[in-house]
Antibody
């Protein structure tokens, strides 16, 4: 069974950093692209960024709203992807979901359960 | 950048009846998916490539459309179907753009 488990959320002050983790199981993690999405309270879904699989170079792309502040990395030996969030703003408050796709930008078929990040002083 | 607009924002339907949800794009979409989201849960993939049901999705869910106009139909609503539904375009740039969602509620 494919599973993705998000972790690392919490309360953080504006300007500080936080790192989220996404642990996969039940599939070959290294063969999949990993995307991060977020959902602000009571709002819709927003793509944050993705990391390609090593076969496609392991490179990353980001939404304009987070580019330069957030970065995604992966450790395929541990089946984990990370979302490093720096210079956090109050508007980054959201539930963050990791997900997987066969190829970056293609259909997202499985999602983690989400982890809440609250940015507040 | 493509904008996805879903209608209606809220749809009230009785159990056993049919529900029809719409999604319109500002330009032609290469690939379209539908997701279901229940309170406190992650989205669940229902339909991809506009009309292909994902694994384990009941046959009462069907998708149709192409170009700029797409439809999700639930033929006979069950109690577990009341949720928020999102359309999403993919295989394009930016890679994933969602509609604002349609809330399907019990009438």
């Amino acid at each position: 069974e494919v599973q993705l488990v998000d972790s690392g959320g919490g309360l953080v002050k504006p300007g500080r950093s936080l790192r989220l983790s996404c642990t996969g199981s039940g599939f070959t993690f290294g063969d999949s692209a990993v995307s991060w999405f977020r959902q602000a309270p009571g709002k819709g879904l927003e793509w944050v960024g993705y990391i390609r699989s090593k076969v496609y170079g392991g490179t990353t792309e980001y939404a304009a709203s987070v580019k330069g502040r957030f970065s995604i990395s992966r450790d395929d030996s541990k089946s984990i992807a990370y979302l490093q969030m720096d210079s956090l703003k109050t508007e980054d408050t959201a539930v963050y979901y990791c997900s997987r796709a066969p190829v970056a930008g293609s259909i997202v078929d499985y999602w983690g359960q989400g982890t809440l990040v609250t940015v507040s002083s | 950048e493509i904008v996805m607009t879903q209608s209606p924002a809220t749809l009230s339907v009785s159990p056993g009846e049919r529900a029809t949800l719409s999604c319109r794009a500002t330009e032609s979409v290469i690939s379209l998916a539908w997701y279901q989201q229940k309170p406190g849960q992650a989205p669940r993939l229902l339909i991809y490539d506009a009309s292909t049901r994902a694994t384990g999705v009941p046959a009462r869910f069907s998708g149709s459309g192409s170009g700029r106009e797409f439809t999700l139909t639930i033929s006979s609503l069950q109690s577990e179907d009341f949720a928020i539904y999102y359309c999403q375009q993919y295989n394009n740039w930016p890679p994933y753009i969602f509609g604002q969602g349609t809330k399907l509620e019990i009438k």
